[in-house]
C-alpha cells in the first residue's frame, strides 16, 4: 500500500524551529515530487511548499518563503520541511503529499496528489 507517514510536529515557541519529517511507506520516493501542506482551524488547506523528485527544485508560499525550507534524501525515502522563526500563525496540521510528476510545480495543482500523510500538528505558542 501506498503511504506517507509525517512526524516530527509538537510545541514550540515563537521564534523557534521545529523539522517535519515525511517517510514513504510501500513506495519509493524517487520519482515522486512532494508538497507540504497545512490547515488551520477554520481556514482552509494551504499548500506551503514543492519539492522536485530529485530534489533539485523548490518552491514555497509566500506566507513561508525565506522561513520554511524543504529538502529530501531519496536514499532515505524521506522528504523533510525545516521551519525556522516560528510564528503562532504557522500553527496548523501540516501533511505531506506525493505528486508522481516530479515537477516542483506539481504539488500545486490537487489532482496530482496521489498520496497524502496523516498529518502532524505544529503549534506555535508561549
Known amino acids: 500500500q501506498l503511504q506517507l507517514v509525517g512526524s516530527g510536529g509538537g510545541l514550540v515557541q515563537p521564534g523557534g524551529s521545529l523539522r517535519l519529517s515525511c517517510t514513504a511507506s510501500g513506495f519509493t520516493l524517487d520519482y515522486y515530487a512532494i508538497g507540504w501542506f497545512r490547515q488551520a482551524p477554520g481556514k482552509e488547506r494551504e499548500g506551503i511548499s514543492c519539492?522536485?523528485?530529485?530534489?533539485?527544485?523548490?518552491n514555497y508560499a509566500d506566507s513561508v518563503k525565506g522561513r520554511f525550507t524543504v529538502s529530501r534524501d531519496n536514499a532515505k525515502n524521506t522528504v523533510y520541511l525545516q521551519m525556522n522563526s516560528l510564528k503562532p500563525e504557522d500553527t496548523a496540521v501540516y501533511y505531506c503529499a506525493a505528486a508522481p510528476n516530479g515537477s516542483s510545480w506539481s504539488c500545486w495543482v490537487d489532482s496530482n496528489l496521489e498520496v497524502w500523510g496523516q498529518g502532524t500538528l505544529v503549534t506555535v505558542s508561549s
Open positions: 519539492i522536485s523528485s530529485s530534489g533539485s527544485s523548490t
